[in-house]
């Protein structure tokens, strides 16, 4: 299945748009605007699509990337589903655990885990922590000989590829925050070899294996596919000149998925197939036995399946250059156009049978010219009180969602077949309230004076 959003959406015989079948006017007058509706159908059928490639040789496991989306009730979605879960904060991993999800199926990476965090993930026995750099080795070692357990390690490798994609989701070039850096001949030095021979010098640390994250909204295959050789030279020389014992190559996420029509995102079962091919055809040629395949797909599980609703507050027409419709919600809730200057389309949810005859830009509510959600995308004349559909927001939307000028974050329900569930409740002031502390001397009302 191609992850887009073109089967998003249903729509009534008097053009109103359904989610799972339900009316979005009855969801938001039970759960209130904006609103963040997943469609389960569309997750488990993404899932699906991911689970039916394990065990096709050597593909043998599938982590969900908790980054893209995670509430508890979301993590027994995924757990339901078979895959495995990847972790990269003590947030991330409370929250599986949380929710029940297996610690033996839990991988952790990330650039800067703190002493807790690894503590926490050694403590309930995750399966793999991907290591990221030097100090992470040191520190690993130590936790893991206090804790008296023998993690088994991922050592991060940043191969030096820049697929093409918004340079804020790149994590695989050469100047690159994350991993260990390996040179253009991977049997040669490098930072990556170091990492290698201090793990295998660890008496606490096993080495299962490698790991590897290019970046994500990845539309092309050669990229995933260079990787995946350039991975597997350097773990044929790891087994073949430093005798490592290792097992596994985790290929990381990335797989791209459709925001606009014109995109062209690579099939589940064709991106695995890239990656599979590569691998055995290294493997052969390298005389090695082919690793235990792993993938860490986030956006493409549960992008397609989100669609958020907001309702316009106020519009403003600027004869001859621009017509905006502001809504009650914005980057709080969805910072990917403010960040990537991402596009997702815009329908007006309650009137999909009316001409798009006005172009419209929608603004966030938020004290920021850059809080738009979208740039002159084409609509019905927009008044106070239409709800308009922003597809596609079910990835790095509400996980990245803010609370700036206090806009509290929207509440998130899962829609299937004749059910309509929250996975995460509307903040209330009260929520962000409880965080505050007013210091004893600002109390009273006296202002403090220097002497
Ligand atoms: C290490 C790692 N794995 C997996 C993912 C998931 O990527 P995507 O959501 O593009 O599939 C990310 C996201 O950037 C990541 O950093």
Not at 35 to 42: H, P, S
Not at 74 to 98: M, P
Not at 167 to 181: C, E, H, I, L, R
Not at 213 to 235: C, K, N, V, W
Request: aromatic letters at 6%; charged letters at 20%.
């Amino acid at each position: 299945m191609a992850p887009g959003h073109s089967d998003g959406y249903q729509v009534s015989a008097d053009g109103v748009m359904l989610l799972a079948r339900h009316d979005v006017r009855e969801l938001l007058a039970r759960f209130g605007s904006p609103l963040v509706v997943l469609q389960e159908e569309i997750v488990r059928a993404q899932c699906q699509a991911y689970s039916r490639e394990i065990g096709k040789a050597p593909l043998a496991r599938v982590y969900y990337a908790a980054k893209a989306f995670l509430t508890t009730g979301f993590c027994r979605l995924i757990e339901q589903e078979g895959l495995g879960l990847d972790v990269s904060s003590g947030g991330e991993l409370a929250t599986a655990l949380s929710a029940w999800f297996p610690p033996e199926r839990i991988l952790m990476h990330g650039n800067a885990k703190t002493v807790p965090e690894l503590e926490l993930a050694l403590a309930v026995g995750v399966s793999r922590i991907v290591i990221d750099n030097f100090a992470e080795i040191d520190r690993l070692d130590q936790l893991a000989a206090q804790a008296d357990c023998h993690p088994r390690v991922l050592i991060r490798v940043t191969p030096g590829i820049k697929p093409a994609t918004h340079a804020y989701v790149q994590t695989g070039q050469v100047d690159s925050k994350f991993g260990f850096n390996l040179g253009q001949d991977p049997s040669a030095p490098s930072a990556a070899e170091e990492a290698a021979r201090r793990v295998l010098a660890s008496a606490r640390l096993r080495l299962g294996g490698l790991h590897c994250h290019i970046g994500s909204q990845i539309f092309d295959a050669q990229p995933f596919e260079t990787a995946a050789r350039t991975l597997m030279a350097f773990y044929a020389h790891l087994q073949q000149d430093l005798g490592a014992n290792i097992t596994e190559l985790n290929m990381g996420g990335g797989l791209g998925i459709g925001y606009q029509p014109s995109d062209q995102p690579l099939t589940v079962a064709a991106h695995l197939e890239t990656l599979r091919t590569a691998v055995l055809q290294a493997a052969t040629a390298l005389s090695v036995e082919a690793p235990e395949l792993s993938d860490e797909p986030g956006r493409s599980i549960v992008g397609p399946a989100g669609i958020t609703l907001y309702t316009v507050q106020s519009t403003k027409q600027i004869p001859g250059v621009r017509n905006y419709a502001a809504v009650d919600g914005g980057m709080t809730d969805n910072p990917r156009h403010a960040l990537y200057q991402a596009r997702h389309p815009v329908l007006a949810a309650t009137r999909l049978h009316e001409a798009a005859d006005t172009l419209w830009s929608i603004s966030g509510r938020c004290c920021e010219s850059g809080d738009m959600l979208a740039k002159d995308v084409a609509l019905p004349g927009l008044q106070s009180g239409d709800v308009l559909a922003v597809l596609a927001t079910g990835a790095y939307t509400y996980s990245m969602a803010s609370n700036y000028n206090r806009v509290q974050r929207p509440a998130v329900v899962l829609a299937g077949p004749g059910r309509v569930d929250l996975l995460a409740r509307r903040q209330t002031p009260e929520d962000l309230l409880r965080l505050d502390h007013i210091p004893a001397w600002l109390r009273t009302g006296d202002t403090p004076h220097e002497s």
